[in-house]
């Protein structure tokens, strides 16, 4: 009889340290972004018994949902330090890339106060693979990772700049070496337009201070994906891969766009496929950052051409992209907290890393006019209900609330995804749910995932 009430008693015991154990591992947590890819973030950490309180600045109405949205710009980096240190945040995760490039990670290192937060995203120095077109070219090119040969110029350099154009084959491609918003590459079909392009990037300052630098590319000819990777600058993690949809028309027509839908699995990456990208690119990529003295802790997106079956590296993200994430992070069923702490502590080999093997197909419904011009304001209903279809997730990305209404804030609105068994009922899914949603003018692409059913006799998906 003693025994059993002592056994009670020490199983009560162990239940208690375990709790406050628990508790002592509970963080708070802060979003940098205000997009769909940040809600994706915040709907994942939400769910995590080591979350305690969760923050995302600026954020939407999607994160006021499940966090506290705090209204401060994501380069206002004074700012985001001070909520840090008043909101006792231990844990900091950087959706967009500007934030990274302009040094978010180096300011919170400098600061003896803010030293301490553990932060998912590179240096200013290792942002360099995204914020510049020629050094990540330069990084490839040393470092023997396949990409398209190349050369950049300048303004001063305007003659060379012209002679190699001309003699270039085509099509041609042009790229703004810095940041551009998504709209700093052309690809030219003609020697006067590739031409034109030029002389409007170099000489005209189409992109300002980003194009004061033009690298020239070859065209690679094949089918693109993306393969993302979460490093501690040792170890790493390959997430699941995803195909995305830039152009605003179907059949991949009209101006390019921050993305319009994505899938992942995608089909045609095979076992033999990601052992090639992970071989000649992704161990390469992580070994050249801590060769060239980069400490890289966070994700490196890396947007590939797959010709003829061999990986080609187009360009590096240094953030998760946006609407992969949407596609990418429901698919994983680990524990996002304490992936992202590990990755933080360089610890990552530390931690398991499991995935859901069913297809997730994201559909983004855009406002009208978008990617040029177009109106915000337009109140959006059907949100809710397309989130009470089974297996469909509703990620707001342009949206602000006011008065107990959702209001349409910006291009790119919504992005809805569905999970399934097969890359048909998840499209089908997404569809049902996008047609839920409506306000004025809303446009969205009913083709996505269509170009890949083709490969599905050729799969396991």
């Known amino acids: 009889m003693y025994s059993l009430q002592l056994q009670t008693i020490l199983s009560s015991l162990q239940l208690i340290e375990q709790k406050d ?30 979350c305690n309180r969760l923050f995302v600045a600026p954020g939407n109405a999607g994160t006021a949902s499940l966090a506290t949205n705090l209204p401060i710009a994501v380069t206002d980096f004074e700012a985001l330090g001070a909520a840090c ?6 844990l900091v995760v950087v959706g967009p890339e500007v934030p990274l490039v302009e040094g978010i990670v180096d300011y919170f290192a400098a600061q003896p106060a803010l030293s301490q937060i553990l932060i998912v995203g590179p240096s200013a120095k290792g942002a360099q693979l995204e914020g510049s077109k020629d050094f990540s070219k ?18 001063e ?50 992109f300002g201070a980003a194009s004061s630098k033009v690298v020239i590319e070859q065209y690679l000819d094949g089918i693109e994906v993306s393969v993302f990777v979460l490093t501690d600058g040792k170890n790493y993690k390959i997430l699941p891969e995803a195909k995305d949809y830039k152009r605003i028309g179907e059949g991949d027509t009209g101006l390019n766009t921050g993305g319009m839908g994505a899938v992942s699995p995608v089909p045609f990456v095979d076992a033999a496929f990601m052992e090639q990208v992970e071989k000649t690119i992704i161990e390469p990529t992580i070994a050249g950052l801590a060769a060239e003295g980069i400490d890289y802790k966070g ?3 890396i947007g590939l051409m797959n010709v003829a079956g061999k990986p080609y590296v187009i360009e590096y993200n240094v953030r998760m992209g946006d609407p992969e994430t949407e596609a990418v992070v429901p698919r994983i069923t680990s524990d996002l907290v304490e992936v992202f702490t590990a990755t933080a502590q360089g610890r990552l080999q530390e931690v398991d890393f499991k995935l859901n093997p069913q297809t997730a197909v994201t559909v983004v419904l855009a406002a009208g006019g978008y990617p040029v011009q ?26 602000k609330a006011a008065e107990g209404q959702t209001l349409t804030n910006g291009g790119r609105v ?33 083709d996505v995932a269509n170009d890949l059913k083709k490969y599905l006799s050729h799969s396991a998906y």
Not at 163 to 187: C, M, N, Q, R, T
Not at 377 to 387: N, P, R, T, Y
């Open 21 to 50: 154990i628990m508790e002592n591992l509970k963080q708070n947590i802060l979003i940098v972004g205000n997009g769909g890819r940040e809600h994706a973030f915040t709907w994942h950490l939400s769910q995590s018994p080591l």
């Open 85 to 90: 240190l008043q909101h006792q945040i231990s």
């Open 138 to 155: 330069n990084f490839m090119q040393k470092y023997a990772i396949p990409t398209a040969t190349y050369q950049t110029f300048t303004a």
């Open 157 to 206: 350099q305007w003659p060379q700049a012209l002679e190699y154009v001309a003699a270039h084959s085509l099509p041609v491609v042009l790229k703004a070496d810095g940041l551009a918003a998504g709209k700093g590459v052309i690809i030219a079909q003609t020697h006067e337009e590739a031409t034109e392009a030029l002389r409007q990037m170099l000489l005209e300052q189409q």
């Open 299 to 301: 994700f490196i997106f």
């Open 374 to 399: 177009h109106q915000t304001g337009h109140v959006i209903s059907g949100i809710e209900q397309a989130a009470q279809q089974a297996d469909v997730l509703v990620f707001q990305a342009g949206t």
């Open 414 to 446: 919504i992005a809805v995804t569905a999970l399934a068994d097969s890359l048909p009922e998840a499209q089908a899914k997404a569809m049902k749910a996008a047609e839920t949603i409506q306000w004025q003018d809303r446009y969205f692409r009913r």
